[in-house]
């Protein structure tokens, strides 16, 4: 009866965890959906891998890079930039938290209630498969 239990607890737990397995196919929907309306991806050489807007910076290879730091991109909030010299590198946990709540998430990280994104956009769901599909597309 106990190996019973065992397995379906097992069963469960695996379920979960798949539940919330990162799905790049999807992330790239979510892309297309939210984000191509400011954001392209543009490889450095030039290679259009998804044309959408240029409201917001080009997001090849925003995974891995500090915050506010895309060379190319001119209107960066001052918020964003300051937070990237204070260190904030797109990783995983920002990268999903900040795209639930732009300034709601840099206002925590700065530590200060004036800070702005200058992404007025919130996602709501999906934000594990967003970046599982922006890191997808990245450099190695």
């Avoid at 392209?40 to 915050?67: C, H, Q, W």
């Avoid at 506010?68 to 964003?80: E, I, N």
């Avoid at 920002?94 to 007025?120: C, H, I, N, Q, T």
Wanted: net charge negative; charged share 25%.
């Amino acid at each position: 009866m106990s190996f019973k239990i065992a397995t379906a607890c097992a069963a469960v737990m695996l379920a979960g965890s798949m539940a919330q397995a990162q799905d790049a196919e999807a992330g790239e929907q979510i892309f297309k959906k939210s984000c191509r309306s400011c954001h392209s991806i543009v490889a450095p050489d030039g290679e259009m891998i998804f044309k959408g807007g240029r409201t917001g910076p080009n997001l090849y290879g925003v995974i891995g890079r500090a915050a506010g730091t895309d060379p190319v991109f001119p209107r960066y909030k001052a918020s964003l930039v300051e937070a990237g010299e204070k260190g904030l590198v797109w990783d995983e946990a920002s990268f999903e938290e900040y795209v639930v709540d732009p300034s709601g998430f840099l206002k925590e990280y700065l530590g200060d209630d004036g800070a702005r994104s200058g992404m007025s956009f919130k996602l709501r769901t999906g934000a594990m498969d967003l970046y599982a599909y922006l890191n997808s597309v990245s450099p190695e």
